[in-house]
């Protein structure tokens, strides 16, 4: 299995706090993704990043900002948390996308987040 | 517009053979991937195809159609804990770099 881990797995909080999910991985790969995943609507792509400091948008980042200060961490906060950020988060690494093999991302666990 | 389609769910008979569809419309492509997805768990890899074809793997076997946008997955010799929801993924959305799911289809597989 990728060396790739989440924290915290599980986490409540309330409506308007500031919100941080950390994602660790061991394997030195360049790309790191965050997706939450909702009933409907599948995993949707909030921020990516391709190197250290360099991060983009995905289609739902609105309220969700990010940070790769090292390769190894990629992290997502939440300004402000809203009901509506509720869901389950998953961090995904891969190796450059441009060789043509070992081109897949690999999952973390996940973290479920509850904004009450 | 711009789109990822698979159907929601579909029902199999242990041992049959059960083919999901995934078709794209995108600004760009960079490669297609199938994962599998149990209940409660992180998605897996399944399979890759950036050029047009049959890529097989076991039991699995993935096809792609970049002129029609087109992706399929095939499951041979269905067993039980095969029962689980199958993601598409399309790589190269905007650039080389992103990567966007389908909203996935539930499989169960019944004896």
């Known amino acids: 299995d990728a060396g790739i881990t989440q924290s915290p797995r599980h986490k409540v909080t309330e409506t308007g706090t500031p919100v941080t999910l950390r994602c660790h991985q061991t394997?030195?790969?360049?790309?790191m993704y965050w997706y939450r995943q909702d009933p409907g609507h599948g995993l949707r792509l909030i921020h990516y990043?391709?190197?250290?400091?360099?991060?983009d948008k995905g289609e739902v980042s609105d309220g969700y900002s990010v940070s790769r200060s090292k390769t190894e961490d990629f992290l997502l906060t939440l300004e402000s948390a809203t009901s509506s950020q509720t869901s389950v988060y998953f961090c995904?690494?891969?190796?450059?996308?441009?060789?043509?093999?070992?081109?897949?991302?690999?999952f973390g666990q996940g973290t479920r987040l509850t904004v009450v | 517009g711009q789109n990822i389609d698979q159907p929601t769910e579909m029902t199999a008979t242990e041992g049959a053979i059960v083919q999901i569809n995934c078709t794209y419309q995108?600004?760009?492509?960079?490669?297609l991937f199938w994962y599998q997805q149990h209940a409660g768990e992180a998605p897996t890899f399944l399979s890759y195809?950036?050029?047009?074809g049959l890529e097989e793997k076991g039991r699995f076997s993935s096809f792609l159609s970049r002129s029609k946008g087109y992706s399929y997955l095939l499951l041979k010799e269905l067993q039980m804990k095969d029962s689980a929801s199958y993601l598409c993924?399309?790589?190269?959305?905007?650039?080389?770099?992103?990567?966007?799911f389908g909203a996935g289809t539930r499989l169960t597989v019944k004896p």
């Open positions: 990043s391709y190197g250290v400091k360099d991060t």
């Open positions: 995108t600004s760009g492509f960079n490669g």
């Open positions: 993924a399309v790589r190269g959305w905007y650039n080389n770099n992103d990567m966007r």
């Open positions: 394997e030195n790969h360049r790309y």
């Open positions: 195809n950036v050029l047009d």
């Open positions: 995904a690494i891969s190796e450059s996308p441009l060789t043509g093999t070992n081109t897949e991302a690999f």
